[in-house]
């Protein structure tokens, strides 16, 4: 008895359409989670000097240790011809004790223009954080944990300050003294109002303090963009010490005087991918 055409390769073509579909899914999240984007904004202040108009600064932030996109990550940075780098936290990932991504990109950077590096949460969970700090220094970069250095176009002067991620002071993330102290360490070394204030942090969640410390800007990550986007917004769906649906997840924010950058960061590190939120760099032009 002959078997029908249709009957005879149904079967077969049910497994190839699961297939496709395999292949595409796994297409689709491979993209989500490398198809690096340069996400720009413009920035001004009546308080800049007028010499820093057209001033460029390229935001790196999250890395976590992701070297199969160093190289975009370099040429990308390096086509831009930023004034300064900066990198936000999060270089390496404590989950991997592999640093060796996160150094080789700062060497890298460090030979296109001037860097600076504060931690993130996942640096003070990696044993011996001062050790990988003195490394990244010998690398080229400046590590501005705690630190205060003016940068000078002209006779114009803006004032660049770092804050290391408050996970150093406690056991916890979740630990409220820690926050706590944190805000006392931003407000204390703002207690002399100096030239427009450039910050370097790695937490969003902080932005009333960087407001009440009088700081201009707050360049920032941690929050990965929610990790899940919601499609044709800044909002995503999580994000550690901020919850569900929150609030600062990326993009740029206003509180009174103060402006803040969100990064969405480039690795992953507790989910292993992005949905609707494509890893980016960010460049930042004073205007």
Do not use: W
């Not at 300064?84 to 150094?103: E, H, P, Q, S």
Request: glycine share 8%; charged share 25%; net charge positive.
């Amino acid at each position: 008895m002959r078997v029908p055409v249709e009957k005879r390769i149904g079967p077969v073509t049910g497994l190839g359409r699961l297939r496709t579909g395999a292949v595409s899914a796994a297409v689709f999240l491979h993209r989500q989670n490398t198809a690096l984007k340069v996400r720009r904004y413009v920035y001004s202040s009546p308080r800049l000097p007028n010499r820093f108009r057209g001033f460029r600064i390229r935001q790196i932030s999250d890395y976590h240790n992701t070297s199969i996109l160093e190289n975009r990550v370099v040429n990308m940075t390096a086509a831009e011809g930023p004034d300064i780098i900066v990198v936000t936290g999060d270089l390496v990932d404590c989950r991997k004790t592999d640093i060796t991504a996160g150094l080789s990109l700062i060497k890298r950077l460090a030979e296109i223009a001037p860097v600076y590096y504060v931690t993130g949460n996942h640096e003070a969970k990696i044993p011996q954080p001062e050790k990988l700090k003195r490394q990244i220094a010998r690398r080229g970069a400046t590590v501005m944990d705690g630190a205060k250095i003016n940068l000078y176009r002209g006779e114009g002067a803006i004032t660049l300050r770092g804050v290391r991620d408050p996970r150093f002071y406690a056991e916890s993330d979740h630990d409220d003294g820690n926050r706590q102290y944190f805000r006392r360490r931003v407000l204390k070394f703002m207690e002399t109002k100096e030239n427009f204030t450039l910050l370097l942090s790695h937490r969003p969640e902080f932005i009333h303090t960087y407001r009440d410390a009088g700081i201009d800007l707050a360049l920032t990550g941690h929050a990965h963009g929610g990790q899940f986007g919601i499609p044709f917004t800044d909002m995503g769906v999580f994000v550690p010490n901020q919850g569900l649906f929150p609030e600062y997840a990326a993009g740029m924010k206003q509180l009174d005087n103060t402006t803040m950058v969100i990064s969405r960061g480039i690795g992953n590190s507790v989910f292993p991918f992005r949905l609707f939120n494509y890893p980016e760099i960010v460049t930042v032009e004073f205007e």
